[in-house]
């Protein structure tokens, strides 16, 4: 797995090198299998296109969390400047069959869980993205070193109502 992602990330730089047409081309592969990495085989329905660092998501997916955790995976990649997500979740609610109040419980986990962040890492947790859809709870971000980094994650799983992590954290690059 590790060989296929660096052998995906090569080819990324290669064509950044390359030339912007190039690239696209290989952002979208990128962008495609953190896709599938992070959501699972739901996101391989997912069709990627890029245009001026520009990701546009479309497709059909069976679940919510997947439709809308796409585009926090799609703005992790390096290069992505903006994410257009036009994926359709099968089973997606109408407002009147439950959606808000699905909304507001994804919105009140969501909450928790930044909260113990900025506990546990203070300023640090500034920076981070959280995102919740029905218990899969997305971070996304930059902390400074490891054991930050290890602090984060634990203290996502330890929040109660999250059932999965889309872990999308990194060390800061010196």
């Keep these: 797995m590790k060989l296929r992602n660096s052998l995906v990330l090569l080819a990324l730089a290669t064509a950044l090198v390359a030339g912007p047409a190039l690239a696209a081309d290989a952002l979208d592969t990128v962008v495609q299998q953190k896709l599938v990495d992070k959501l699972g085989d739901d996101a391989k329905t997912i069709k990627v296109a890029v245009v001026d660092k520009k990701v546009v998501l479309v497709g059909e997916v069976k679940g919510r969390d997947t439709q809308e955790l796409a585009a926090e995976v799609a703005k992790s990649v390096p290069g992505v400047a903006n994410v257009d997500n036009q994926v359709k979740a099968k ?8 959606k808000i109040g699905d909304e507001a419980a994804d919105g009140k986990l969501e909450l928790a869980v930044e909260n ?53 954290l990194e060390v800061a690059k010196k």
């Design 91 to 98: 089973a997606e609610k109408s407002l009147t069959g439950g």
């Design 116 to 168: 113990l962040l900025k506990k546990e890492l203070g300023a640090h947790a500034k920076d981070l993205e959280v995102e919740n859809v029905g218990g899969t709870v997305s971070v996304r971000g930059t902390l400074p070193d490891d054991a930050r980094l290890k602090i984060a994650r634990d203290a996502v799983k330890s929040v109660p109502g999250v059932k999965k992590v889309v872990d999308l």
